[in-house]
């Protein structure tokens, strides 16, 4: 199933109100189609990202303290206390998400919104049919030491400037008083802008501005680690652990960088095919060939015999011509009482013989369970088989089998 991304507009969401969508193939190398629509007009996927807009986000960073992870009631009171100062609104009336992998002990990102605004999308597309699997940031913080980015989003009526560094997330509308805002710009700043507002930012910045599709730039924030379904929009551990796996998976199946381990796994795979399938057909032909031995050697030893078995057929045939012309096979009685003379252990004499068909039975010898042991042994290396059947021990040899 192809990628379904869907963009949240800013809060409040009115009743009825469209969201925007762009459709990537699995993999995410391939664009589809975008557009905007009511939740129940979406395309189907089952693979549903939900983007939250960076206007409609904050970004704080705090230290959890020890034991802060022991369970989500504890760790969203703890947030609660930490947030509380800095929160314009009621923290009871926002969402909270943590960093990927946070940990106690450390600086890790909190990311705060408008817990109903982004509750009532979730219930509004899955109502819809439009199962929402993973919820991403439009923007997320740089990691220390990467250079700063910005980006100029939106159209010309409404455009908006973007600054993602080490120090957070801070979006302004893109204009002369938030560039007096952001100041001058780090060194190394990477700048990007959409179409539609490349022309403004440009003469804003002063410089060059490399230009992104939207479509390109949704996509982008599907592949980072983040995913705010926590606490009530993640119903369960096992809900997380779940996603959390499938980011994994997906991230596997489909990110840039991992795209020359996967094209070894298959040139793997396609490797082990070709050589089991080579192996078993070097076997087959050798198998053949002793076939065709066999039967060629029938055909030229008995050229009367109609050729349907020639393993078994050459037996019986050796064994007839041996009779005929006196000769003595294993199959015969000699030869079979004389492996048992020196195989039988010392004053073991039986009371009955019987032979017949090419196979001898014994009655009386009183053989323990060690000596039946290590009499099939050593008639198993003389060409014979022997078990035993009660007080009865049968001998018959391999050939005849």
Known sequence: MPLLIVTLPPPPVP????????????????????????????????????????????????????????????????????????????????????????????????????????????????????????????????????????????????????????????????????????????????????????????????????????????????????DLAQFDLASTGRARAGKKLSAIAQALWRAPQWRAARWGALTLVLAQLIGVNAWAWKERNALEAKRGSIRSILAQTFPSVQIYEPQVQMTREVATLQQATGGVSPADLEPMLAALAVSLPAGKLPTAIDYSAGQLRLRGLGLGMADTNALSTTLASRGYNARSEGDLLLVQAEATR
């Not at 979406?42 to 959890?64: F, G, I, K, N, Y």
């Not at 009532?120 to 199962?131: D, F, H, I, S, W």
């Not at 990467?146 to 957070?168: E, H, K, R």
Request: glycine share 8%.
């Open 15 to 226: 009743a009825g109100g469209e969201f925007g969508w762009v459709m990537w193939s699995n993999d995410g190398r391939k664009y589809r189609s975008r557009g905007s629509a009511l939740p129940s007009l979406l395309p189907t996927s089952d693979e549903v990202m939900l983007t939250l807009p960076a206007a409609a986000l904050s970004w704080h960073q705090v230290t959890l303290p020890q034991g802060s992870l022991s369970g989500a009631t504890r760790l969203r009171a703890v947030l609660n206390g930490l947030l509380e100062d800095r929160l314009l609104d009621d923290p009871d009336s926002l969402h909270f998400a943590l960093e990927p992998d946070a940990a106690v002990g450390k600086p890790v990102w909190v990311v705060a919104c408008n817990r109903a605004w982004v509750r009532g999308a979730v219930q509004a597309l899955e109502a819809a049919g439009r199962r929402v699997t993973r919820i991403v940031p439009e923007f997320t913080p740089q990691p220390a030491g990467a250079p700063p980015m910005v980006f100029a989003t939106g159209d010309a009526d409404d455009a908006f400037i973007t600054l993602c560094d080490a120090q957070g997330v801070l979006t302004l509308p893109l204009d002369s008083a938030a560039l007096a805002t952001l100041g001058a710009l780090p060194e190394g700043v990477n700048a990007l802008a959409e179409p539609a507002v490349a022309e403004q930012a440009e003469s804003l910045l002063g410089r060059p501005v490399p230009i992104v599709k939207p479509a390109v730039r949704w996509l982008e924030t599907t592949r980072t680690g983040w």
